[in-house]
């Protein structure tokens, strides 16, 4: 597969990957507003029957007005037609009230249908609020948001410390569960089979929160343990849907953890259950089934990081990301061979946290010029950067010059990615020196990028003689995205704890996009395991 096709399908994954709950949330909004569309029809269309009540009921009433003028002194003497007009007059009053009696209900329901638009309404404004966050494919920059959020966690803190606990006024959940919705049940023989007779060890009871039909359903369980005498195992009875360590169930959980990695903090997945299921969950509750759900897919990543010892071929990047109170902590990424993707934060930007993530030096990277990736023997540095670097000074020395000498580095650059893995060595050598003479002309006309250029002539072409390494570093920069985003979102994570559940879990995930596999598949795998 060629390195664009790569690239592409790198691209298309992680994009997949970031937006597939956004997605559903847009799904959502779309339904939602459907919904208040129809409903805001229906109110327009009570509204226009009252108003034809009302004037059918004035027109009654002139025409009661017009028959009492007319038949009244006409026949004032005429038993027949004082009937009549008493008749009348009665027939009159009585439809008035039959009218005034449906126009009453008419108002009512209009007002109903009304209240009903109107909370509609404030819930797809939620949920389009909730999505200015990730619109668009690009993030401004974040060091003014990042700093006045700094500023303002401070004085909050000054002012008022941190309590253990709920939140002030939270009383648990949105809604009360039924008390008589309790389900037990009791198991006659062991679940390997055997014959053996069992005994009850302990009983408790436990709640679980579940999603039903899109819903969100307390229920209270009672769960049995029994020791079996044959295999001298200890089983219970509870649910498939239970998971010990945490009261949500593995098809919410699921669900909480892919929100956990499209960059939501966990103030904003409890404003997000809330708009989606109408539920308030508190956020001890949700940080407790993250962790339980990362503790179950811890497996899985010490695979992941088998296979990165193993690999041959690979992406590495890096970016900041506040941990604790270590503002200038870094979140790592290595990719190999385009299967296994690995997240890793650290409190430092140092060479040692290679050999943690267990990166062999033998791995042939691609990256950029950063010298702690002067450690690896193979390596070939990123043409992205350098097109970056380059275009930045000519655009503050824009002469004719230097514009020319930019557009030869850049025939350098396609022409490289057009040469087979048979490439003799004087080809590569003289592209080298030719990429040389092009930065020190730069540097002679006053672009500071072309020292950056000399220095990275001789690893720029690497990849041209060694199949499956890439020109750029795009694969790294692609996967690197989400904490970028996700930075600019919740600023910083509160814990160390919680940086490492978030790795995991992204590191799980994405690797799983890569191989084709299907997440919801491979989590209550591990969930069941």
């Known amino acids: 597969m060629s390195r664009q096709k790569h690239q592409t399908v790198i691209a298309d994954s992680e994009y997949n990957d970031q937006h597939s709950v956004i997605e559903e949330l847009m799904n959502e909004n779309a339904l939602l507003r459907k919904d208040r569309d129809r409903w805001r029809k229906c109110a327009r269309s009570e509204q226009h029957k009252s108003e034809e009540l009302l004037n059918v009921i004035s027109d009654m009433q002139k025409k009661l007005i017009s028959l009492s003028k007319m038949v009244v002194p006409t026949f004032w003497n005429a038993q027949d037609s004082s009937k009549f007009a008493i008749d009348l007059s009665r027939s009159i009053a009585q439809a008035a009230d039959k009218y ?230 870094r979140i790592w990424v290595v990719m190999v061979d385009n299967k296994h993707v690995l997240y890793y934060p650290s409190l430092t930007r140092e060479r040692s946290v290679l050999w943690e993530m267990g990166i062999s030096p033998d791995l042939q990277v691609t990256t950029d010029a950063y010298v702690v990736y002067n450690v690896f023997g193979t390596q070939q540095l990123c043409w992205a950067h350098v097109k970056t670097k380059v275009k930045n000074g000519v655009t503050k020395n824009n002469t004719s010059i230097t514009r020319y000498l930019y557009g030869n580095l850049m025939d350098i650059y396609k022409h490289a990615k057009t040469l087979p893995p048979d490439t003799p060595p004087e080809i590569i050598n003289n592209l080298i020196q030719a990429v040389k003479k092009i930065g020190q002309h730069l540097l002679d006309r006053g672009v500071k990028a072309g020292a950056y250029v000399i220095n990275c002539a001789d690893r720029l072409f690497t990849a041209v003689t060694h199949p499956g390494m890439s020109l750029t570093n795009n694969y790294a920069e692609t996967l690197i995205r989400p904490v970028v985003i996700r930075r600019k979102v919740s600023y910083r994570f509160a814990t160390m704890k919680g940086a490492k559940n978030y790795c995991t879990i992204a590191s799980c995930l994405a690797t799983w996009k890569l191989q084709d596999k299907d997440p919801d598949e491979e989590l209550t795998r591990l969930f069941s395991e």
Not at 130 to 151: A, M, N, R, V, W
Not at 190 to 195: I, Q, S
Request: a positive charge; glycine letters at 6%.
């Open 100 to 329: 005034a009696d449906i126009l009453t209900h008419a108002n009512a329901r209009n007002a109903e249908l009304m209240e009903k638009v109107e909370r509609l309404s404030k819930k797809v404004d939620r949920l389009e609020k909730l999505d200015e966050y990730h619109d668009g494919g690009s993030t401004p920059s974040s060091h003014k948001t990042i700093t006045q959020k700094q500023i303002a966690n401070e004085q909050k803190q000054r002012v008022k410390p941190a309590k253990k606990g709920p939140p002030v006024g939270h009383q648990g959940t949105s809604r009360a569960w039924d008390p008589k919705d309790v389900r037990t049940s009791k198991l006659k023989k062991c679940t390997c089979g055997c014959m053996m007779w069992l005994v009850l060890v302990k009983t408790y009871k436990k709640m679980l929160v579940e999603l039903e039909f899109g819903q969100v359903v307390e229920r209270l369980y009672v769960v049995h343990v029994y020791d079996c005498m044959s295999c001298k195992r200890r089983i219970s009875d509870k649910p498939d849907e239970m998971l010990d360590g945490t009261s949500i169930s593995k098809t919410m959980l699921k669900k909480i953890v892919r929100l956990h990695k499209s960059n939501k903090s966990m103030s904003e997945l409890c404003e997000t259950m809330e708009i989606m299921w109408d539920y308030k969950m508190a956020r001890a509750t949700i940080a407790n089934g993250i962790d339980v759900a990362a503790a179950l897919m811890r497996k899985e990543e010490r695979a992941i990081m088998e296979e990165i010892r193993k690999g041959k071929n690979g992406n590495i990047d890096e970016t900041v990301e506040g941990i604790e109170d270590h503002p200038n902590a």
